[in-house]
């Protein structure tokens, strides 16, 4: 289960890490998480930074539904692993997409600012996540 936390200062500067499997323009800021990707359970907040002119030349998948705003800049979904082609979206721009489509490849022209956020799906017969429990 994820810690409640109250409003917390965010080093916006500092507080980055490159997101594995990606280019070092790709970083991330994990906000909140009790996500487990191997037992499908739980859920993430961070922030994705891209910076400008970087290119993830491959198109990824993953089991999690995922939410994501384009709060700054622009990205570039799509694209060839120059970063060539591909539909540019400008902020503010969300997408919603469940586990098990691939996405991508991804560039940014001026950088952007984003937040996801990662869940598993919802049992449709009890509209309980699996990481929750019936009593």
Known sequence: M???????????????????GYPSGFQRMTL????????????RTRLVKVDPGTVMGKAVVHDHWEEVFIYQG?????????????????????????GGILHGPFASTN???????HYFDVCPSTNTSRSEKII
């Open 2 to 20: 994820r810690e409640h936390r109250e409003f917390f200062e965010v080093d916006t500067e500092n507080d980055w890490e490159t997101i594995p």
């Open 111 to 117: 950088g952007c600012l984003m937040i996801e956020m």
């Open 74 to 98: 622009d990205l570039v979904v799509g694209c060839d692993e120059h970063g060539d082609g591909g539909i540019t979206y400008n902020a503010p721009t969300y997408a919603v997409r469940p």
């Open 32 to 43: 909140s998480s009790d996500i487990d990707e191997s037992a499908e359970t739980g859920k």
